[in-house]
């Protein structure tokens, strides 16, 4: 990024706080992405919280700290924006940890 993407993408993030700005254009289903709005995470509930965790059981995944994996960030970022859960399965690894920081981050009062 130039410095003048930089600023706007600063910018979009302030006034956008659950903006997640990929690191280069993300195609999926013949779409291209530069970001994603998380902001809906702020509108579910504990609810959605327990469907992630029967998510990854019936997925076969035992984790002590559900909400750090990546299949769980995966379906709370699906119930967040309305995306595939194949949708964040597919981002490049710099920009999944990206949503999986910006998802841990909410969760932990952080952001």
Known sequence: MDEKTTTQAQELQAENPGLVTFSKPYRFEGQT?????????????????????????????ISPIPEMTVEYICFIANRATGLPVEFFKGLPTKDAVKVKNKVTSFFYGEG
């Open 33 to 61: 992405y530069t970001g994603i709005d998380l902001s809906g995470i702020g509108d579910m509930t504990a609810q959605d919280m327990v469907d992630a965790e029967k998510f990854l059981t019936r997925s076969g995944i």
